[in-house]
Protein backbone atom coordinates (compact mmCIF):
# COMPACT_ATOMS: atom_id res chain seq x y z
CA UNK A 1 0.00 0.00 0.00
CA UNK A 2 0.97 3.36 -1.20
CA UNK A 3 0.11 6.77 0.61
CA UNK A 4 1.09 10.13 -1.05
CA UNK A 5 -0.23 13.42 -0.38
CA UNK A 6 -1.83 14.52 -4.15
CA UNK A 7 -4.99 16.92 -4.34
CA UNK A 8 -7.71 15.08 -6.80
CA UNK A 9 -9.75 17.34 -8.14
CA UNK A 10 -13.22 16.43 -9.97
CA UNK A 11 -11.41 17.33 -13.55
CA UNK A 12 -15.18 16.77 -14.94
CA UNK A 13 -16.04 20.44 -13.54
CA UNK A 14 -13.42 22.36 -13.57
CA UNK A 15 -12.33 24.99 -15.79
CA UNK A 16 -9.09 25.20 -16.51
CA UNK A 17 -6.77 25.82 -19.48
CA UNK A 18 -5.65 23.00 -21.22
CA UNK A 19 -1.89 23.47 -20.43
CA UNK A 20 -2.72 23.86 -16.79
CA UNK A 21 -4.40 20.81 -17.10
CA UNK A 22 -1.53 18.72 -18.83
CA UNK A 23 0.89 20.24 -16.51
CA UNK A 24 -2.04 19.20 -13.27
CA UNK A 25 -2.43 15.44 -15.09
CA UNK A 26 1.61 15.04 -15.60
CA UNK A 27 2.44 15.91 -12.75
CA UNK A 28 0.03 13.78 -10.84
CA UNK A 29 1.09 10.37 -12.95
CA UNK A 30 5.22 11.27 -11.85
CA UNK A 31 4.23 11.79 -7.92
CA UNK A 32 2.69 8.63 -8.28
CA UNK A 33 5.30 6.86 -10.89
CA UNK A 34 7.87 7.89 -8.21
CA UNK A 35 6.29 6.81 -5.10
CA UNK A 36 5.09 3.33 -6.79
CA UNK A 37 8.82 2.89 -8.09
CA UNK A 38 10.40 3.32 -4.39
CA UNK A 39 7.86 1.16 -3.41
CA UNK A 40 9.49 -1.59 -5.20
CA UNK A 41 8.19 -4.19 -7.36
CA UNK A 42 4.84 -4.69 -8.72
CA UNK A 43 3.03 -7.86 -6.87
CA UNK A 44 3.43 -10.93 -9.09
CA UNK A 45 0.04 -12.25 -10.98
CA UNK A 46 -1.27 -12.43 -14.22
CA UNK A 47 -3.97 -9.97 -12.98
CA UNK A 48 -4.08 -7.69 -9.86
CA UNK A 49 -7.41 -5.54 -8.24
CA UNK A 50 -5.99 -2.20 -7.58
CA UNK A 51 -8.08 0.29 -4.95
CA UNK A 52 -7.79 3.90 -5.38
CA UNK A 53 -8.70 5.94 -2.40
CA UNK A 54 -9.11 9.47 -2.51
CA UNK A 55 -9.15 10.91 1.01
CA UNK A 56 -10.01 14.84 0.64
CA UNK A 57 -12.57 17.25 2.49
CA UNK A 58 -15.20 16.55 -0.09
CA UNK A 59 -16.62 13.61 -1.43
CA UNK A 60 -17.39 13.60 -5.22
CA UNK A 61 -19.93 11.22 -7.26
CA UNK A 62 -19.03 8.15 -8.76
CA UNK A 63 -18.45 9.36 -11.99
CA UNK A 64 -15.86 12.51 -11.03
CA UNK A 65 -14.44 9.98 -8.32
CA UNK A 66 -13.18 8.06 -11.37
CA UNK A 67 -12.54 10.53 -13.68
CA UNK A 68 -10.15 12.49 -11.01
CA UNK A 69 -8.23 9.42 -10.34
CA UNK A 70 -7.80 8.81 -14.04
CA UNK A 71 -3.61 10.13 -13.77
CA UNK A 72 -3.49 7.68 -10.46
CA UNK A 73 -4.94 4.73 -13.38
CA UNK A 74 -3.00 5.41 -16.04
CA UNK A 75 0.41 5.57 -14.00
CA UNK A 76 -0.52 2.35 -11.99
CA UNK A 77 -1.13 0.57 -15.08
CA UNK A 78 2.36 1.94 -16.38
CA UNK A 79 4.16 0.41 -12.99
CA UNK A 80 2.57 -2.75 -13.84
CA UNK A 81 3.46 -3.12 -17.17
CA UNK A 82 -0.07 -3.07 -18.30
CA UNK A 83 -2.56 -0.88 -20.47
CA UNK A 84 -5.35 0.40 -18.16
CA UNK A 85 -8.61 -0.59 -21.23
CA UNK A 86 -11.09 -2.85 -20.48
CA UNK A 87 -9.47 -5.88 -21.43
CA UNK A 88 -6.41 -5.50 -19.02
CA UNK A 89 -5.96 -7.85 -16.51
CA UNK A 90 -6.09 -5.58 -13.38
CA UNK A 91 -9.43 -5.11 -11.25
CA UNK A 92 -9.92 -0.89 -10.55
CA UNK A 93 -11.81 -0.39 -7.61
CA UNK A 94 -12.35 3.65 -6.41
CA UNK A 95 -12.73 4.48 -2.37
CA UNK A 96 -13.23 7.88 -0.97
CA UNK A 97 -12.46 8.99 2.63
CA UNK A 98 -13.12 12.64 4.22
CA UNK A 99 -10.24 14.63 5.82
CA UNK A 100 -9.69 18.00 6.91
CA UNK A 101 -8.50 20.70 4.22
CA UNK A 102 -4.78 20.32 3.59
CA UNK A 103 -4.33 17.17 4.28
CA UNK A 104 -5.47 15.33 1.19
CA UNK A 105 -3.78 12.09 0.66
CA UNK A 106 -4.55 8.89 -2.28
CA UNK A 107 -4.12 5.71 -0.77
CA UNK A 108 -3.36 3.04 -3.42
CA UNK A 109 -3.17 -0.69 -3.25
CA UNK A 110 -2.01 -3.12 -5.38
CA UNK A 111 -2.62 -6.95 -5.21
CA UNK A 112 -1.60 -9.92 -7.15
CA UNK A 113 -3.48 -12.82 -8.22
CA UNK A 114 -2.04 -15.05 -5.08
CA UNK A 115 -2.96 -11.92 -2.30
CA UNK A 116 -7.21 -11.82 -3.89
CA UNK A 117 -9.10 -14.26 -2.37
Not at 2 to 15: K, M, Q
Not at 37 to 49: C, H, I, K, Q, T
Not at 82 to 87: I, L, S, Y
Given at each position: ????????????????????????????????????????????????????????????????LAGACKAV?????????????????????????????????????????????
Open positions: MVELPLLLPSAANAREHWAARARRVRGQREAVGWHLLSSGRPPRGPRWVVTIVRIAPRALDTDNRDAVATWLGVDDGPAAPVEWRYGQERCRRGAEVVRIQVEGESDVT
